[in-house]
Each structure stands twice: as C-alpha cells, then as structure tokens.
C-alpha cells in the first residue's frame, strides 16, 4: 500500500460547450497537438488533423482504438458529442429493430444508452491515463430549471445530450470531465432612454466561465478565475507537453531514470534496408480497385477500414443462411445491414476472418 503527496502531472479530460457558431471547434484545435474525430464536419474549412467522419457508433469506437494502439497525437478532440450521442442511439435502435429510443418502454432504451455511452467514456479515460488528452465539444440549449427546495423555475445553459428526463448522458458526460467549460458572448444591458425603462444590448465579447452559475453549468479543478478570455492562453498552463510513448521505446523502471548507461555515438550511419517485397494475400479476389460506391456508407467505411471485400461480406451472410448465394449486397435489407453488418460488425468480421484462415478468400 503506497500514500503518496502533492500534484499528479497527467492529461486532462475537458468539455467545452457552448451555443453554435461562438468557436467551440477553434478552440480545441489551439489544444496541443490535436487530431479531430469529426462527427459533424465542423473542420472542414480548418487546416487540422482529422479522422474520417464516422459514419456509425461502431466506426467512432474502432476510431478511438486506433488513437489508443498508435498514439499519434497529444490531444484527441471529439466534435461534437452531441453528434456522436445520435450515432449511439442509431447503433441501439438498430441492434433491437427499433425506430426510435423511445419504443422499448418504461425508460428501457435510455438505460442501454447510458450503458454504452458509459463504455464509450471509458474508452476516452484509457486515452487519458495513457497521456492523451481528450477534448470533447458540444453544442448548449436553454431548458427551464427549478430547484426542488425554491420556489419559481428559471432558463439555464445546459450540454445539448438527451432530450428527455431519463437520459443520464449530459450528467455522465459532466462527471468525467475534469474541467467544464462555457463558451457564450458576453453581453451588457444598458438603458436607452432617460428613464432608465428600456433597454438594450451592447458588447459581444467571447468568453468562457469555468464554475457553477445558476445560469449555466461549468466546473474546473484547477482554481481557474470565473471567467476567461475565449483562448487557450488561460488554460495552457494546465496542458503542459505530455511525454506520450512510443510503441518502439521501451518501458523503463524507476532506478533507471537516474541512471542512463552511456551509449557510444554511431560513427558511421547504417545500411539502408533492402527493400522488400510486398506480402502477397492468399485471396481469390481482387483487393485493389474495388468500388465501394454502391454500397451503404455506414458498411463502405467499415469495410474499407478492415480492408474487407463486398465477396468476403456475401460469403459470411451466405454462411448463415441469410441470403442465397450470389445476392448482390446492393439488394440486402437495410434494417439487416445496420442491424446485423454494423450493429455486430465484431462478430462479422471475426466471422471473415475465420473463412480467411480456412482459404476460402
């Protein structure tokens, strides 16, 4: 059992929210080194790294395990949540043949929403622990608020997640953070006449409140002041340059911090490796030149990012009996495609993968 004091470096886990169109998306690309998963195409006009839009939960989540096994950024931003909220309510409603959350009765389809929101955050706090940071934006909405010990109900900002009282996603979503920040324009009222009895608004300037306020919902841990300069100047002393590892540098235990053996310099620069050739597939079928067009873009991009051929997709459905053999999959049910192929895209490809090694591609 270890006690340990002081401060822990790591990275942090922040949200920032605020109405659309004040600079949420400028702002998480000032964090360091940021790339961008991009659920509404929000970048498109920013020179910044991005993945490709995800076009299903699935994809979204394959998308934050690669961030985890390759590590190529200090700062993984995730705009906007609300967005992606809609992708997790798609993946439910599709893997249960549902038309909307609503259906399954009794709260039902929130619980499973909270659930795999839940693990979808829990896949962020890996990245955190690993030394990424993890940015998530979202868009704000004003809902009527009444405190259960005062009297009367009044308007605040709130995260734009769950449309109904049962939906727990925006309080998750809070609890994660380490800091919540709003983003709103700062505007005065002043009196336009001589009596003081009509008023109207002045400024605009962009800021960010970092603490609870009756009007909207913020929290830092970091003893940050109530109100900020829309910039990553006040915030960059929390972020400092994390130390993020490299799968080629290898791990080193505490007494070897202090004690580095000296390594001779190399004088002479070694050979160039010989190029080798490239590994040839055992597959019957053409990997190279293959027309994703036709198929559904939600399917298309996780096929395409397994490098799965549409020949290996008709075999694994004709396996079980879905569809007779030959059947394009152009013609395949929609409600099977998201349901089957990319509500349980695990299981189908593990699937092909299983015909691979038995060379039936």
């Given at each position: 059992?270890?006690?340990?004091k002081?401060?822990?470096?790591?990275?942090q886990?922040a949200v920032?929210?605020?109405?659309?169109?004040?600079?949420?998306?400028?702002?998480?690309?000032?964090?360091?080194?940021?790339?961008?998963?991009?659920?509404?195409?929000?970048?498109?006009?920013?020179?910044?790294?991005?993945?490709?839009?995800?076009?299903?939960?699935?994809?979204?989540?394959?998308?934050?395990?690669f961030?985890?096994?390759?590590?190529?950024?200090?700062?993984?931003?995730?705009?906007?949540?609300?967005?992606?909220?809609?992708?997790?309510?798609?993946?439910?409603?599709?893997?249960?043949?549902?038309?909307?959350?609503?259906?399954?009765?009794?709260?039902?389809?929130?619980?499973?929403?909270?659930?795999?929101?839940?693990?979808?955050?829990?896949?962020?706090?890996?990245?955190?622990?690993?030394g990424?940071?993890?940015?998530?934006?979202?868009?704000?909405?004003?809902?009527?608020f009444?405190?259960?010990?005062?009297?009367?109900?009044?308007?605040?900002?709130?995260?734009?997640?769950?449309?109904?009282?049962?939906?727990?996603?925006?309080?998750?979503?809070?609890?994660?953070?380490?800091?919540?920040?709003?983003?709103?324009?700062k505007?005065?009222?002043?009196?336009?006449?001589?009596?003081?009895?009509?008023?109207?608004?002045?400024g605009?300037?962009?800021?960010?409140?970092?603490?609870?306020?009756?009007?909207?919902?913020?929290?830092?841990?970091?003893?940050?002041?109530?109100?900020?300069?829309?910039?990553?100047?006040?915030?960059?002393?929390?972020?400092?340059?994390?130390?993020?590892?490299?799968?080629?540098?290898?791990?080193?235990n505490?007494?070897?911090?202090?004690?580095?053996p000296?390594?001779?310099?190399?004088?002479?620069?070694?050979?160039?490796?010989?190029?080798?050739?490239?590994?040839?597939?055992?597959?019957?079928?053409?990997?190279?030149?293959?027309?994703?067009?036709?198929?559904?873009?939600?399917?298309?991009?996780?096929?395409?990012?397994?490098?799965?051929?549409?020949?290996?997709?008709?075999?694994?459905?004709?396996?079980?009996?879905?569809?007779?053999?030959?059947?394009?999959?152009?013609?395949?049910?929609?409600?099977?495609?998201?349901?089957?192929?990319?509500?349980?895209?695990?299981?189908?490809?593990?699937?092909?993968?299983?015909?691979?090694?038995?060379?039936?591609?």
């Amino acid at each position: 059992m270890n006690i340990t004091k002081g401060v822990i470096a790591k990275a942090q886990k922040a949200v920032i929210y605020g109405p659309e169109g004040i600079g949420k998306t400028s702002l998480a690309s000032q964090f360091p080194d940021p790339v961008f998963i991009d659920t509404e195409g929000s970048t498109n006009n920013m020179d910044v790294a991005r993945l490709d839009k995800p076009s299903s939960w699935i994809m979204l989540m394959q998308q934050i395990d690669f961030v985890k096994q390759t590590m190529p950024c200090k700062t993984l931003v995730v705009d906007t949540i609300d967005w992606a909220e809609r992708l997790c309510i798609e993946y439910i409603t599709s893997n249960a043949n549902k038309k909307s959350i609503t259906e399954f009765g009794y709260g039902e389809g929130f619980i499973k929403l909270e659930e795999e929101y839940g693990r979808f955050l829990n896949k962020l706090s890996d990245l955190a622990e690993m030394g990424i940071n993890v940015v998530l934006t979202a868009h704000a909405k004003i809902v009527k608020f009444e405190q259960p010990d005062e009297m009367g109900a009044y308007d605040r900002w709130e995260l734009k997640l769950g449309n109904k009282t049962t939906a727990k996603t925006a309080a998750l979503t809070k609890e994660w953070a380490d800091m919540v920040l709003f983003c709103n324009y700062k505007t005065l009222s002043v009196a336009s006449d001589d009596k003081g009895k009509k008023f109207k608004g002045q400024g605009g300037k962009r800021v960010m409140y970092t603490s609870h306020h009756p009007a909207w919902d913020a929290k830092n841990r970091f003893g940050l002041p109530e109100e900020l300069d829309m910039s990553f100047v006040g915030l960059a002393h929390i972020f400092m340059p994390q130390q993020v590892p490299t799968a080629t540098q290898p791990p080193m235990n505490n007494w070897q911090t202090n004690d580095v053996p000296n390594v001779p310099q190399q004088t002479t620069p070694p050979p160039e490796p010989t190029p080798q050739p490239a590994t040839q597939i055992a597959t019957t079928f053409e990997r190279e030149a293959v027309d994703y067009s036709k198929l559904p873009k939600n399917l298309a991009d996780l096929m395409q990012a397994n490098n799965v051929l549409p020949a290996e997709i008709m075999a694994a459905t004709e396996s079980k009996g879905y569809y007779p053999v030959g059947t394009p999959i152009e013609t395949y049910d929609p409600g099977y495609i998201d349901g089957v192929l990319v509500g349980a895209w695990d299981q189908v490809f593990g699937m092909i993968k299983d015909l691979r090694t038995k060379q039936q591609f």
